[in-house]
């Protein structure tokens, strides 16, 4: 079943005084299959980051369609937009967002403290994904108390607490060491496992590699994508680099 379709996207930005136009998105069309792992991959400047604003409903499209569960998310007011987020999506971002000022525990619970959840329902929540994570030990701390890939671990729980139909990820491991990076990867894997569909932008061939399709843009379009099947991650990694060496150098996609 199909959970998210993106048809026909472009997406023109007009520099400061009206000279110039920049097109971001050309025509990006594709679909995300509910419990599916995206990854979305490209050089700097590709329109990865664009095409991951717009699904946030953070930005929007000169043209083309968004539709969430057949919901286009493109026609909503402004005024629902917010609840719409917090209530179908999860976030991960490269730099946690996590307030200093909030314990981990306060800090997971902010969406749904937002959306008027009663703490009983809140806890009860909590307890089951904080003991995934491995972080039900440190939900008292406060993020400058931890390690990077335990805030990072802990912007997973808040992502995942709202029971988002998707989680879009953000240069998840961008921030984190190589460990870290492992920990996090295996977190998202297990979380895949029981049907979390997963989209992610990376420049991390490593964290692609996990994925079970990856998505490459070059120049505003879908220029390749790559199934993983039954590949290894080593077998995969392998194909994503040999993507990226096409996009770099020019080639065809069908080399």
């Known amino acids: 079943m199909e959970m998210l379709t993106i048809k026909n996207l472009k997406k023109v930005y007009t520099t400061r005084f ?3 136009k920049v097109e971001a998105l050309t025509n990006i069309s594709f679909s995300v299959e509910e419990g599916e792992y995206v990854a979305i991959m490209g050089e700097s400047g590709s329109g990865k980051t664009t095409l991951l604003n717009i699904l946030a409903s953070l930005d929007k499209p000169n043209s083309g369609e968004i539709l969430l569960k057949e919901n286009n998310i493109l026609f909503m007011k402004e005024k629902d937009l917010a609840s719409f987020r917090r209530e179908h999506l999860g976030f991960v971002f490269q730099d946690f967002n996590l307030l200093d000022t909030f314990s981990l525990k306060d800090n997971i619970f902010l969406p749904l403290v937002l ?19 491995k972080i039900d030990h440190l939900l008292e701390k406060f993020p400058y108390e931890v390690s990077g890939g335990e805030k990072q671990r802990a912007a997973v729980a808040r992502a995942l607490i709202t029971k988002p139909e998707i989680i879009l990820a953000d240069e998840p491991t961008g921030a984190l060491d190589s460990k870290a990076t492992g920990e996090l990867l295996n977190v998202f894997s297990e979380i895949n496992k029981n049907n979390q569909t997963i989209l992610m932008v990376t420049h991390s061939t490593t964290a692609a590699s996990h994925a079970s399709r990856v998505l490459f843009i070059k120049d505003g379009e879908i220029f390749h994508q790559i199934y993983k099947g039954e590949l290894t991650n080593r077998q995969m990694y392998e194909k994503i680099s040999h993507a990226l060496t096409l996009i770099a150098t020019g080639g065809n996609k069908n080399e």
């Open 18 to 20: 009206g000279g110039n």
């Open 115 to 133: 959306s008027g959840e009663d703490y009983k329902e809140m806890n009860n929540r909590l307890i089951p994904i904080a003991k995934s994570l």
